[in-house]
């Protein structure tokens, strides 16, 4: 997914992450590197700079904002592994399966803090803070409905939509929008580099549900069967109920998870599911292309960037 700039992008974010919380109670620090030192993609803060990059030739002003985005996603990583009780992400160990609950919990919260601390101490514009808050806000919003869709027998993909708009998107579309905004971009033009992100981190959550059922714990680098036996509402699994109501309901009593995730594999392919998964993927991303029609880029990386994003294995 990388060329040579996009690595050396990603190779200085991780040594400037590292440099960020070295000063504190060592219990904190440990846990905080820890997390913060997972091979994640740094996928957010690319989209910061390169949108940056592709309007004003630079990102100089959007950096520390990537670095506080990068930061902010993490803290979601650690409580939605607590709360969805996974053990494994990028490849390591969770926080709360390596230490505990508490420790999680904490080193969240530091994360938080820390993320809007830099944004606080860069002296950005009103707008930009406004973004990220929104962003903040909507994610607690999206893990809620999250939660609340696991005892619930029928979610509708409406309803999985607005869902991961808030949990997803989110957090894809405003890191997007401060790339702009860092720059004091007009507001309108802002709001349809938001709408693109929106709809390419929709695009994102649904090759999300569907790389974790067709794919493997080693390849995508975390746990992947806590989501089939929480009950979570992913697009597969919509569209599993969609063709039979009792099939999901059925292999799930069986708690071989290697088992349930090789029967929905075959449900999916024998109904042609995955077909219909990667149509609404390429729709996404048509509806992510036609919200940039009048933006005027300097450069097409931010454009490029999301094309290896749409063809990503894990």
Sequence with gaps: MMNNKIKLLQDKIN????????NGPNSLVKTFNYVISGKGKRI?????????????????????????????HNFT?????????????????????????????LVGDAMLAK???ILSESNYNDN???????????????????????????????EYFTMI???TSYLIAMPIEIGALA???????AKKLFNFGLSIGKAFQIQDDFLEIMSNPEIMNKSLD?????????????LCNEVDKNFIKEIIKNKNTKEIISKIRKFILDNKLDAEIKNTIENLYQEANNCIQTIDFQSNELVNFVNKIKTRKK
């Excluded at 992450?17 to 070295?22: F, P, V």
């Excluded at 592709?54 to 902010?72: Q, R, T």
């Excluded at 969805?84 to 919990?105: M, P, Y």
């Excluded at 720059?183 to 033009?189: F, G, M």
């Design 15 to 22: 040594k400037d992450l590292e440099a960020i919380y070295n």
């Design 44 to 72: 957010r803060p690319l989209l910061t700079l390169l949108t940056s990059k592709s309007l004003f030739g630079d990102y100089n002003k959007s950096y520390n904002a990537a670095l506080a985005v990068e930061i902010l």
């Design 77 to 105: 990583l650690v409580h939605d592994d607590i709360m969805d009780n996974d053990t494994l992400r990028h490849g390591k160990q969770t926080v709360h399966e390596k230490w505990d609950i508490s420790t999680a919990i």
């Design 115 to 117: 993320s809007i601390n």
């Design 128 to 158: 930009l803070l406004k973004s990220f808050n929104s962003a903040l806000m909507a994610v607690c919003e999206g893990q809620a409905l999250d939660k609340e869709f696991e005892t619930q027998k029928n979610i509708n993909q409406e």
């Design 165 to 167: 708009e808030k949990k």
């Design 183 to 189: 720059y004091n971009y007009a507001l309108k033009d």
């Design 226 to 238: 806590s989501d089939i036996l929480l009950g979570k509402k992913t697009y597969p699994i919509i």
